[in-house]
């Protein structure tokens, strides 16, 4: 069992930046894939961005392309995901997933469906 607790959120003016990190506990000495995806209200659950188990591949979704990044600290058994250039529509509740134990740590995961563990959620507000 892994447990996630997301953490970073808050309100910021459009154009601002915003720093979600994602604390693991439990049996982190494995080897599993993160990933962050965002919701709002009526909205589907969709995928922002992906770090691979190795944190040698990363994937983000077109809307995160060139403005998020997503990384890890194995030391520190959390992942972060910085937001910049925030747009009002980034406003959402943000949350971590980890897939895994992984018996191959290349991959990264995009789809919801994949993620075997979560957290409770982050709330991202952007003014306009």
């Known amino acids: 069992q892994v447990q996630l607790v997301e953490s970073g959120g808050g309100l910021v003016q459009a154009g601002g930046s915003l720093r979600l990190s994602c604390a693991a506990s439990?049996?982190?000495?494995?080897?599993?894939?993160w990933g962050w995806f965002r919701q709002s209200p009526g909205k589907e659950r969709e995928f922002v961005a992906a770090?691979?188990?190795?944190?040698?591949?990363?994937y983000y979704a077109d809307s995160a392309k060139g403005r998020f990044t997503i990384s890890r600290s194995n030391a520190e058994k959390t992942v972060y995901l910085q937001m910049d250039s925030l747009r009002a529509e980034d406003t959402a509740t943000y949350y971590c997933?980890?897939?895994?134990?992984?018996?191959?740590?290349?991959?990264?995961?995009?789809?919801?469906?994949?993620?075997?563990?979560w957290g409770q959620g982050t709330q991202v507000t952007v003014s306009a």
């Open positions: 997933a980890a897939k895994g134990p992984l018996a191959y740590n290349g991959n990264y995961y995009v789809e919801s469906s994949q993620y075997d563990y």
């Open positions: 439990g049996r982190t000495s494995k080897t599993y894939g």
């Open positions: 770090i691979s188990g190795s944190g040698t591949r990363s």
